[in-house]
T-cell receptor
Framework: DAGVIQSPRHEVTEMGQEVTLRCKPI?????LFWYRQTMMRGLELLIY????????DSGMPEDRFSAKMPNASFSTLKIQPSEPRDSAVYFC????????FGQGTRLTVV | AQSVTQLDSQVPVFEEAPVELRCNYS??????LFWYVQYPNQGLQLLLK??????LVESINGFEAEFNKSQTSFHLRKPSVHISDTAEYFC??????????????FGQGTRLTINP
């Protein structure tokens, strides 16, 4: 298995633009997580899904953030409109007992 | 709610010296405990985990951690470190969740620097 695949690896966008981050989890995993990592706040859980259903989105910062999981092999995290304070590394992870992480998407909003 | 405290933000040690990275957690339910390692510009990799059974768990590269329920700790140790162990280490806790979902809560991380 290729592991959790995230795209793009790097994204630079202007403030106000829409940003979509993509994730392909490992086949057979029931849970999918979106995390955000910054120097100031460390690793924060934004949202997680179980069997494609959102279970807890209490970590989503505000209405500008949304996440979907239309099927077991794909998830997106969308930010609209983006702001400079959204700059971070966004990780997707999947698993059943433990979480397996993707390589992350480094987002820079200028 | 669960939380994790990693008591040291940075730990510098000399090569071949022993090291301990400290982790304490709080939870009102039974927990699963994990240590993850992150090398520069990479994602997190699972180092070892405690789910049940023996309280001492080991990784393939010489790290070990011991679950201590009375002290709510899960400290990570290695008797002799190598330059290649330089990385950031994260302790994490999860509960059983719903239908197997594992909501992982992470500590702030400990940066381990190995000096020659």
């Amino acid at each position: 298995d290729a592991g959790v695949i995230q795209s793009p690896r790097h994204e630079v966008t202007e403030m106000g633009q829409e940003v979509t981050l993509r994730c392909k989890p490992i086949s057979g995993h029931n849970s999918l997580f979106w995390y955000r990592q910054t120097m100031m706040r460390g690793l924060e859980l934004l949202i997680y899904f179980n069997n494609n259903v959102p279970i807890d989105d209490s970590g989503m910062p505000e209405d500008r953030f949304s996440a979907k999981m239309p099927n077991a092999s794909f998830s997106t995290l969308k930010i609209q409109p983006s702001e400079p304070r959204d700059s971070a590394v966004y990780f997707c992870a999947s698993g059943n007992t433990e979480a397996f992480f993707g390589q992350g998407t480094r987002l820079t909003v200028v | 709610a669960q939380s994790v405290t990693q008591l040291d933000s940075q730990v510098p040690v000399f090569e071949e010296a022993p090291v301990e990275l400290r982790c304490n957690y709080s939870s009102s339910v039974s927990v699963y405990l994990f240590w993850y390692v992150q090398y520069p510009n990479q994602g997190l990799q699972l180092l070892l985990k405690y789910l049940s059974g023996s309280t001492l768990v080991e990784s393939i590269n010489g790290f070990e951690a011991e679950f201590n329920k009375s002290q709510t700790s899960f400290h990570l140790r290695k008797p002799s470190v190598h330059i290649s162990d330089t990385a950031e280490y994260f302790c994490a806790v999860s509960d059983g969740g719903i239908q197997g979902a594992q909501k992982l809560v992470f500590g702030q991380g400990t940066r381990l620097t190995i000096n020659p």
